[in-house]
Structures are given as C-alpha cells and as structure tokens.
C-alpha cells in the first residue's frame, strides 16, 4: 500500500515528471557515458542539485519495473492467491517462471540498496541522513 500511495502522490504532484522522466538530450550515449566518469571519479554533485540521468533511470526501473515485478510474482507464487486469480502465474509462465524472476528481481534489488548505502555514505553520511531524516541540510 506504501509503494502504490507513493506512485499515486508522486504521479499526481509531477514528482516522476519534474525529477525522474528524462528531458530531452539526456538520453544521448555521450551524456550517459559523462555522467558515468564523473561517478567513477566520485566527484560530488552541488548541494541542492537535481538527479543525474543515471539516479534517474535507476529510480524509474526500481520502482516502475523491479517493485511491481517482485509483488507480481510473489503473488504469482501464493498458491492461495493464484486459487482465485490463476492468471496472475499464467501472466509469469507459472509458478517455477514466478519463482526465478522472483530470485533475480531480489538479486537486483539487493544490488540496489548495496550500492545506494555506499553512495551515501561516500556523499557524506551525517549530512544525507538529517537531511532524509529530519530534513535540515547542512551548509559548509
């Protein structure tokens, strides 16, 4: 229920439109392959500045593709559930199909919230987390 209020308050306040849909020219290989080596370097971005098409693209595939996926073939997986919706695992190739993209929609997501810490922490720790958590940002 989070996952869908959060996808409705954000469609419907322009979020995903606003920080998320990339603009035109951003989806170019070299605009891609030079935010790529600024993050190799671990350069850090201005305070205050908007995602980079790489956090972009992440956060859209994370939470238009991988989160559905996972509640999709968890479902497909529940044999009380597919009782009353069998076409929930017919949708996935059944339940062995529901299964593996089950594992490796876990894999990714883990993979996700491994390299998201490190970002954080390599961003600075203390200022990121107030800042998530009680919203005040530190000026240096």
């Given at each position: ?65 991988l ?36 594992f ?19 961003a ?12 005040v940002?530190?000026?240096?």
């Amino acid at each position: 229920m989070t996952g869908l209020v959060y996808v409705l308050h954000g469609w419907r306040a322009g979020h995903f439109r606003r920080n998320l849909f990339p603009e035109k020219g951003e989806l170019s290989v070299g605009a891609l392959m030079d935010v790529l080596k600024k993050h190799l370097r671990f350069e850090r971005p201005a305070e205050g500045a908007p995602y980079n098409i790489l956090q972009r693209l992440t956060y859209l595939i994370v939470v238009f593709g991988l989160v559905p996926a996972m509640v999709w073939t968890g479902l497909a997986m529940s044999p009380s559930f597919t009782a009353g919706f069998p076409f929930v695992v017919d949708w996935v190739g059944g339940f062995e199909s529901a299964r593996t993209i089950h594992f490796f929609v876990t894999v990714a997501l883990a993979l996700f919230l491994v390299a998201h810490i490190a970002m954080i922490i390599l961003a600075g720790f203390k200022s990121r987390m107030r800042a998530m958590t009680v919203g005040v940002k530190e000026t240096v």
